[in-house]
T-cell receptor, first 117, second 115 residues
Framework: AQKITQTQPGMFVQEKEAVTLDCTYD???????LFWYKQPSSGEMIFLIY??????QNATEGRYSLNFQKARKSANLVISASQLGDSAMYFC??????????????FGDGTTLTVKP | DVKVTQSSRYLVKRTGEKVFLECVQD?????MFWYRQDPGLGLRLIYF???????EKGDIPEGYSVSREKKERFSLILESASTNQTSMYLC??????????????FGQGTRLTVV
């Protein structure tokens, strides 16, 4: 069984500053993928970034980067140069590689990020 | 542009009513999913389907059923709605053949209130 823990129910950040959203996970699977999704107030879940457990380098996608520390089982999302439009709920999710159902992932409880002007 | 569409953004239903939540995807995906989202509980999988007329229970199937008569459409059914089913419901789809980094595509959610 897998478990995702997001310990920050809510976070605040000043516009243009960087923010880190925490995610730790627990799994007995040797290989897995980690995902971050953004959910604005409109409700739709938007895929942001992916990290594979065997990837040597931390993933980056524009202003998003993933601080992956495999030994600590953490996959924190870093948003640089925050914008007002980044205000949303963020979910960390995990799926073992042997699970071919891409949507059948384990999700954390989410972190609500508020960007202050 | 890929799309997963849920038929309603907001629904208000009475206790005991039979409720249908509809989801349609235009990406020819084999897999479709229904999640329930509650504060502090994250997303929990209710049911998923990997083919027409095929379904599997997720983590919290009690009180729900599903129907998949066509590949593009996946319906969630509350046979007799109860107040504890007041929640946000999210539909998602994904292709059957995935690589490790294949993400799921989500609809905009249906916020259901049972009174």
């Amino acid at each position: 069984a897998q478990k995702i823990t997001q310990t920050q129910p809510g976070m605040f950040v000043q516009e243009k500053e960087a923010v880190t959203l925490d995610c730790t996970y627990d799994t007995s699977d040797p290989s897995y993928g980690l995902f971050w999704y953004k959910q604005p107030s409109s409700g739709e879940m938007i895929f942001l970034i992916y990290q594979g457990s065997y990837d040597q380098q931390n993933a980056t996608e524009g202003r998003y980067s993933l601080n992956f520390q495999k030994a600590r089982k953490s996959a924190n999302l870093v948003i640089s140069a925050s914008q007002l439009g980044d205000s949303a709920m963020y979910f960390c999710a995990m799926r073992p590689f042997n699970n071919t159902n891409a949507g059948k992932s384990t999700f954390g409880d989410g972190t609500t990020l508020t960007v202050k002007p | 542009d890929v799309k997963v569409t849920q038929s309603s953004r907001y629904l208000v239903k009475r206790t005991g009513e039979k409720v249908f939540l509809e989801c349609v995807q235009d990406m020819d995906h084999e897999n479709m999913f229904w999640y329930r989202q509650d504060p502090g509980l994250g997303l929990r999988l209710i049911y998923f389907s990997y083919d027409v007329k095929m379904k599997e229970k997720g983590d919290i199937p009690e009180g729900y059923s599903v129907s998949r008569e066509k590949k593009e459409r996946f319906s969630l059914i509350l046979e007799s709605a109860s107040t504890n089913q007041t929640s946000m419901y999210l539909c998602a789809s994904s292709p059957l053949r995935v690589s490790a980094n294949t993400e799921a595509f989500f609809g905009q959610g249906t916020r259901l209130t049972v009174v």
